[in-house]
């Protein structure tokens, strides 16, 4: 085992980098349009859509986009799960390829969730568009799991399981 000896200079500096560092991070995140928040490991799932270059994200930016323009929510979970509710705004994933198409064409970043966080539907639907040459394409991290526990609105889905068993 090698050993460096250290003395108060050195671990001086070493604690002005961290702190150098940190204080970049932070005035780089207070001069971005859309600070970045820190991305939970939610699951595996998360870390294969980061590993495939997909954006991830957390509850916090879902808060922010419900109801902005230029930001589409797609609920991935079957039909019968609207029962319970879906985010507001959220569309329900196409299944044929004309409806793909123009919810590419829209030009929106595409938000694709489940039912939470060890849901892979989310992220094969986001590989799936992306494939399909949709470029704005992200995950939520959490899904529907992560929205609840933080207290989010949940909408019906339209013609989503509104009749009887």
């Not at 040459?133 to 959490?142: D, H, L, P, Q």
Request: aromatic share 6%; with cysteine; glycine share 12%.
């Amino acid at each position: 085992m090698i050993v460096f000896p250290m003395n108060r200079y050195d671990l001086r500096q070493a604690g002005l980098l961290l702190l150098a560092s940190v204080l970049c991070a932070v005035v780089s995140n207070a001069v971005r349009s859309e600070p970045l928040s820190p991305v939970r490991d939610e699951g595996p799932v998360d870390r294969r859509a980061l590993d495939a270059g997909l954006d991830v994200v957390g509850v916090e930016e879902v808060q922010r986009w419900i109801g902005r323009d230029g930001v589409t929510f797609v609920d991935v979970r079957p039909c019968e799960d609207g029962r319970r509710g879906h985010l507001p705004g959220a569309v329900p994933v196409p299944r044929q390829p004309e409806g793909k198409l123009a919810l590419c064409a829209s030009g929106d970043r595409l938000v694709f969730y489940c039912s939470g966080s060890r849901c892979e539907d989310a992220l094969r639907a986001a590989l799936d568009f992306r494939a399909s040459g949709c470029t704005r394409v992200a995950v939520f991290a959490g899904g529907m799991e992560a929205w609840a526990e933080r207290g989010g609105e949940a909408k019906r889905m339209p013609g989503a399981g509104d009749e009887e068993d």
